[in-house]
């Protein structure tokens, strides 16, 4: 929406929650792996405005042009999304997702570059609400040159990590002696983690639209140095990745995507879907994450049985290993290595132009060091209103109504592994949640 020079879009989700044990699940996921990944149904409100101004539009694409991009991200901290009268005083967050300008055209054609906070990532999966191979939407500046995509993107690293009653320093964060009080403790030291991307789009097939698209980064983490000799408080660091997807456009409204994901040393993310920068694991004796690494795939399918209905389905798998070797270099409650795996099938159903049923079933997996492995089955059954009466799974608003049944193993149950578990605290193997939701983009 919006004027000449002026767009809006909009995106938000917005309801309510209930579970059989009376406490509120609103927002609390049935997932073992976090986020979406294995159904998104139990998401909590979120609402996300972007405001886009054109300072300079040329009548057509290879004109020169400026604009200027404005997101938002506001979600809620506790309950619910309105303030004040519904959520008991507490607070929602309101912060940018991006905030960035780009110019284009202005030396090269199909050239531009861009500076700011922006959402750097392309391949995603609605079902799961995942983005994936390459999402390192964050900080910096990048260059655009038709399939080419180029950028420095900086993250700032990082909370302290706590492992039972011990205080360690994740990737990039140390503590080290604090100057001012010497007989006090520590004081914090934070390090900037710069990250090259790139990624190629090869195009083929004529009409049929495939794809194979290549991505790498490099991560560089500066030694942390202190105090009037600058003694090295924790070692300098890398890592790297490389990936690649390849789309095939299978004709009548069918695809697939495919992608693999391997990086190493402090690029080592993607347990539960995870970012490459979150790093995983503890590091080696000598403090850095040498030796660790991580695998990522991903399948993504989706088919149209003519005006009957659309199918869409998610598989995923992660692997990852941490970088320590030496005996008594991690602290107790570590592990080696983890994986984690979904498999997740959406079916909407073109009842009527204005009512899309759909049922989502998906099987999930997590598996860390020696442990078992903990399982959870979910199915969802989402009766839907669509006013606009589109026979596409893309049409908004919805309004929905929301049941859903997750059915966990022992050890999922017994260690709590998903928001709802801990929420609800049952001691039960299957967990039942009823909502009903809003949601629309424009």
């Given at each position: 929406?919006?004027?000449?020079?002026?767009?809006?879009?909009?995106?938000?989700?917005?309801?309510?929650?209930?579970?059989?044990?009376?406490?509120?699940?609103?927002?609390?996921?049935?997932?073992?792996?976090?986020?979406?990944?294995?159904?998104?149904?139990?998401?909590?409100?979120?609402?996300?405005?972007?405001?886009?101004?054109?300072?300079?539009?040329?009548?057509?694409?290879?004109?020169?042009?400026?604009?200027?991009?404005?997101?938002?991200?506001?979600?809620?901290?506790?309950?619910?999304?309105?303030?004040?009268?519904?959520?008991?005083?507490?607070?929602?967050?309101?912060?940018?997702?991006?905030?960035?300008?780009?110019?284009?055209?202005?030396?090269?054609?199909?050239?531009?570059?861009?500076?700011?906070?922006?959402?750097?990532?392309?391949?995603?999966?609605?079902?799961?609400?995942?983005?994936?191979?390459?999402?390192?939407?964050?900080?910096?500046?990048?260059?655009?040159?038709?399939?080419?995509?180029?950028?420095?993107?900086?993250?700032?690293?990082?909370?302290?990590?706590?492992?039972?009653?011990?205080?360690?320093?994740?990737?990039?964060?140390?503590?080290?002696?604090?100057?001012?009080?010497?007989?006090?403790?520590?004081?914090?030291?934070?390090?900037?983690?710069?990250?090259?991307?790139?990624?190629?789009?090869?195009?083929?097939?004529?009409?049929?639209?495939?794809?194979?698209?290549?991505?790498g980064e490099f991560h560089h983490l500066p030694a942390a140095k202190q105090g009037p000799d600058l003694e090295e408080r924790a070692p300098g660091?890398?890592?790297?990745?490389?990936?690649?997807?390849?789309?095939?456009?299978?004709?009548?409204?069918?695809?697939?995507?495919?992608?693999?994901?391997?990086?190493?040393?402090?690029?080592?993310?993607?347990?539960?879907?995870?970012?490459?920068?979150?790093t995983w694991g503890a590091p080696n004796d000598e403090g850095t994450y040498a030796g660790s690494f991580a695998v990522e795939a991903v399948e993504?399918?989706?088919?149209?049985?003519?005006?009957?209905?659309?199918?869409?389905?998610?598989?995923?798998?992660?692997?990852?290993?941490?970088?320590?070797?030496?005996?008594?270099?991690?602290?107790?409650?570590?592990?080696?290595?983890?994986?984690?795996?979904?498999?997740?099938?959406?079916?909407?159903?073109?009842?009527?132009?204005?009512?899309?049923?759909?049922?989502?079933?998906?099987?999930?997996?997590?598996?860390?060091?020696?442990?078992?492995?903990?399982?959870?089955?979910?199915?969802?059954?989402?009766?839907?209103?669509?006013?606009?009466?589109?026979?596409?799974?893309?049409?908004?608003?919805?309004?929905?109504?929301?049941?859903?049944?997750?059915?966990?193993?022992?050890?999922?149950?017994?260690?709590?592994?998903?928001?709802?578990?801990?929420?609800?605290?049952?001691?039960?193997?299957?967990?039942?949640?009823?909502?009903?939701?809003?949601?629309?983009?424009?």
């Open positions: 929406m919006g004027s000449e020079n002026f767009e809006w879009h909009w995106y938000s989700r917005l309801g309510m929650a209930w579970s059989v044990y009376g406490q509120s699940v609103q927002g609390a996921s049935m997932n073992l792996l976090g986020f979406g990944i294995g159904g998104r149904y139990e998401e909590g409100d979120y609402s996300e405005p972007s405001f886009v101004a054109h300072v300079v539009k040329g009548a057509t694409p290879n004109d020169f042009f400026v604009k200027s991009e404005m997101t938002f991200a506001i979600w809620p901290t506790h309950g619910s999304f309105m303030q004040p009268s519904s959520n008991g005083g507490d607070t929602i967050e309101v912060e940018f997702n991006q905030a960035y300008i780009e110019a284009g055209n202005f030396l090269v054609p199909g050239l531009s570059v861009w500076g700011g906070a922006r959402f750097f990532r392309e391949q995603y999966a609605p079902i799961g609400d995942y983005f994936y191979l390459d999402d390192l939407s964050g900080q910096g500046g990048g260059i655009k040159y038709e399939n080419l995509n180029l950028a420095i993107i900086g993250h700032t690293c990082c909370k302290p990590r706590y492992d039972g009653a011990v205080q360690t320093a994740a990737p990039g964060y140390v503590f080290a002696a604090d100057p001012a009080n010497p007989d006090t403790g520590t004081a914090e030291v934070r390090r900037n983690r710069t990250i090259f991307a790139g990624n190629y789009k090869f195009e083929f097939g004529g009409e049929a639209k495939h794809h194979v698209k290549v991505h660091d890398i890592g790297g990745v490389i990936g690649a997807k390849l789309h095939l456009g299978l004709g009548q409204g069918n695809w697939s995507d495919t992608a693999v994901r391997f990086g190493t040393g402090i690029a080592n993310g993607a347990m539960g879907g995870g970012k490459t920068y979150a993504h399918v989706g088919f149209r049985i003519g005006d009957v209905a659309a199918l869409e389905g998610l598989a995923t798998f992660h692997y990852a290993k941490a970088a320590y070797e030496a005996e008594g270099a991690a602290v107790p409650t570590s592990v080696e290595n983890a994986m984690d795996f979904s498999v997740q099938a959406n079916a909407a159903i073109f009842a009527h132009k204005n009512f899309h049923p759909v049922v989502e079933a998906s099987f999930q997996g997590l598996k860390a060091g020696e442990g078992e492995l903990a399982t959870a089955v979910k199915v969802s059954v989402v009766p839907t209103l669509v006013p606009t009466g589109e026979l596409s799974t893309g049409a908004r608003p919805h309004f929905k109504l929301i049941y859903t049944a997750a059915f966990y193993n022992d050890v999922a149950k017994n260690a709590q592994l998903s928001g709802y578990l801990q929420r609800t605290g049952s001691g039960s193997n299957v967990g039942h949640y009823i909502g009903a939701r809003t949601d629309w983009y424009f």
